[in-house]
């Protein structure tokens, strides 16, 4: 309650301050982890309807300037926050799936743009995504060019998102040990993995033992199950929450999780409960 307090006493003076700190906004609950949600668009009063503690906002489509550099956006994000005393978690690129960052002209643009955006609002990251002709990996292998160039293009985005105050999440289906390849050539703290339990479980992954791996390197954790409500699927939950506690993970995990109910309210409100009853 005292970090609530605090954290509502100071946020009226930011957001009329123009750019945001992003610690305000980051400030964790008594475990140490908040739980945000894509499901809602940038409506802040549904998701506190749901109990969630912030939204992870998309960041439009292709353009010269996305739609989230456009400071009246950016205003109504912050005005949504305000009245709703919720955070944004983090901007999700996902247009990169079909304009990789590394080989899109006007990718590293676009997550320069977000970086700012981020910063101005007091989002904690970025999630950077590499799937569909995005991907990494070729099978189980690196596309070596690829990953090349990636690195290069990281290594130049890095300081803007530090100096920021922003992290890169980087999203493949990636095993912690090539995680940890990746993030070792970029060398930056800014550059962290975005792990998805969902879609690592799918890959065959060990998921527990994974997040124990990426201690230190996890900037951001995506919870899903298939078409399932978190700990009725295929992810073994318990596993993976003491994986997050043992490598004392503080930060947000953000729900991509189906609705089964087609209510995405209540199916939310359901998911958070079960992960705090987890103790996270």
Known sequence: MQTRRRFLQHSTTALAGGALIPQLFAAPTKAGIRIGARHFGSDFAAAKRAGMDGLELGVGGPAERLSIADPATRQKIKDGMQASGLATSSFSLDLLNGHPL?????????????????????????LVPFFGEAHLLQGKDWKNDALDALVVRLKALAPKAQAAGVCLGIECSLSAKQYLELL????????????DIGNSTDAGFDVPADLRALKGRLGMIH?????????????????????????GYQGWIVLETANPSQHAEADCQRNAEFIRKLGL
């Open 223 to 247: 919870f899903k199950d298939g078409p399932s409500y978190l700990g009725e699927g295929k992810v073994k939950m318990q596993p993976v929450a003491e994986a997050i506690q043992a490598i």
């Open 102 to 126: 590394f080989s899109a002209p006007q990718a590293p643009a676009w997550v320069e743009q977000s970086i700012a955006a981020a910063q101005d609002v007091g989002a904690a990251g970025l």
């Open 184 to 195: 070792d050539r970029v060398g930056s703290e800014a550059v962290k993995a975005y792990y």
